[in-house]
C-alpha cells in the first residue's frame, strides 16, 4: 500500500508540473496589439528598400509560428521570389497586385483589396506590386526566408 501511495503521490506532482508548465505557455502565448501599439521598424535587407515592418507575435528568425506585418509605400515592387514555408496573407490596407510565376508581368497580376486573403505553398514563385500605401499581414512559421528566382534582384547582393 505504500508504494501504491508513493507512486500516487509522485504522479500527481509530475501532472501538477506538466499542467502547470502548460499554463505558463498559454499565458506567454497570449497576446493583444491593438493598431496604436504596433512599432514599426526597418524591413529586412531581403526587401526592397523603403518597406517597413512590424513584428506582432513570435520571432521570425526562430523556429516556431509568427505573425508581421508589411508597409510599403505607393510603388513599391518585390521581383519574383519564393519563400521555404507556406505563407498565410491578409490585406490590411491598399491593394496588393499579386503576379504569380518566375517573371513579372504588372498587367497581369491580381489586385487584391484590402481585406483579402491569399495563401502562397513553400516554393511557389511569385512577385508582387503595390499602386498605393498598403499593409500586408503575413502568417506563417519561422525561421522566415525570401529567396529571388534571379540572384540579381536580390537587394543583398547590391549592398555587398
Do not use: C
Not at 520571432?59 to 507556406?86: C, N, Q, W
Request: glycine content about 8%.
Amino acid at each position: 500500500m505504500k508504494i501504491v501511495s508513493q507512486s500516487l503521490l509522485i504522479g500527481i506532482v509530475v501532472l501538477a508540473s506538466a499542467a502547470s508548465a502548460a499554463m505558463a505557455q498559454t499565458a506567454d502565448a497570449h497576446k493583444v496589439v491593438s493598431p496604436q501599439e504596433i512599432k514599426w521598424g526597418p524591413a529586412p535587407a531581403s526587401l526592397p528598400p523603403g518597406a517597413e515592418l512590424a513584428v506582432l507575435y513570435g520571432d521570425p528568425s526562430k523556429e516556431g509560428v509568427f505573425a508581421m506585418r508589411l508597409k510599403v509605400p505607393k510603388g513599391y515592387y518585390i521581383p519574383p521570389h519564393t519563400h521555404p514555408r507556406p505563407e498565410i496573407n491578409t490585406v490590411i490596407s491598399g491593394t496588393v497586385r499579386l503576379g504569380m510565376g518566375e517573371t513579372a508581368d504588372h498587367s497581369k497580376a491580381q489586385p487584391l483589396r484590402a481585406g483579402s486573403f491569399f495563401a502562397l505553398s513553400p516554393g511557389m514563385a511569385h512577385s508582387v506590386f503595390f499602386d498605393e500605401d498598403t499593409v500586408v499581414q503575413v502568417n506563417t512559421s519561422g525561421p522566415w526566408g525570401l529567396n529571388y528566382v534571379n540572384p540579381k534582384d536580390d537587394p543583398r547582393q547590391k549592398s555587398q
